[in-house]
């Protein structure tokens, strides 16, 4: 099998090894996995602050880029849903004003392709244990998008549950959002603050060594707040944990 890696802004510029964690993951699972170069921004952060029109270019450009791929692979649950739920969206008003289909073809075409990193794992591969080791306790935050949009489930859960050494932990609130919302702690950082204290708060309260996650971008709200409190809690992207054996870069 074949896949096309969407590796996202967010994890390209600031959590690269969440990226060779993936690569690393599904070519152990005997997955063949490119990496299309001209790959950008899926438009999430114009589309959410209202730029409709400025979000067109992008989804052309993704059409493009991963054009003919069978799957294409995003550790997002965000960019994934992205794709899923908005891109028919922007077609569908573009067809609407009379602009014609090019936008809703590239949709129709390019949606049913694109996967998040755990449901490609446990829905196409139907992989739950991939060999992984990690002895450490976890705790699991499940960010908004997978869970409200994609409806990743237990998926993630499955996935942990699974690894050697692991030991997962409930966090209280998990279905509480972290704060993040992208733009939503631009435009309202006091109340995304607030929210992501009580995420800390409650991860702390486990006891876990490592609060993980399937959106790095939750993960950088929250694992920021746990770095400023000096917290004994490392914020840690699912795709790192079930790439470790317990030696090398993932360990």
């Known amino acids: 099998m074949r896949v096309a890696l969407f590796v996202t802004c967010v994890n390209d510029a600031l959590f690269p090894d969440t990226g060779r964690a993936v690569v690393a993951l599904l070519e152990r699972l005997g997955v063949v996995v490119d990496f299309p170069v001209a790959q950008t921004c899926c438009g999430q952060p114009q589309f959410n602050t209202g730029y409709r029109r400025g979000t067109e270019p992008l989804v052309r450009r993704m059409g493009r880029v991963f054009d003919g791929c069978e799957y294409v692979v995003t550790p997002s649950g965000s960019c994934a849903a992205m794709v899923r739920e908005n891109y028919p969206r922007i077609g569908a008003k573009a067809v609407a004003e009379g602009r014609g289909s090019e936008l809703a073809d590239v949709a129709a075409d390019l949606v049913p392709r694109v996967f998040e990193l755990t449901e490609f794992l446990v829905d196409v591969l139907g992989v739950v244990d991939v060999g992984a080791y990690f002895p450490h306790t976890v ?85 920021g707040t746990l770095r400023r409190q000096g917290a004994p809690v490392r914020a840690v992207h699912i795709a790192e944990i079930l790439a470790s054996t317990g030696t090398g870069m993932f360990a």
């Open 139 to 223: 705790t699991y935050h499940p960010s908004c998008h997978g869970l409200r949009v994609l409806g990743l489930g237990e998926r993630p859960r499955r996935l942990l549950e699974a690894v050697r050494g692991l030991e997962l932990r409930e966090l209280p609130g998990a279905e509480e959002c972290c704060g993040f919302g992208g733009t939503f702690a631009v435009k309202n950082p006091d109340v995304s603050a607030a929210m992501g204290a009580d995420k800390v708060r409650g991860a702390l309260g486990t006891g876990a060594e490592v609060l993980c996650g399937a959106d790095n971008s939750c993960l950088l709200h929250v694992g």
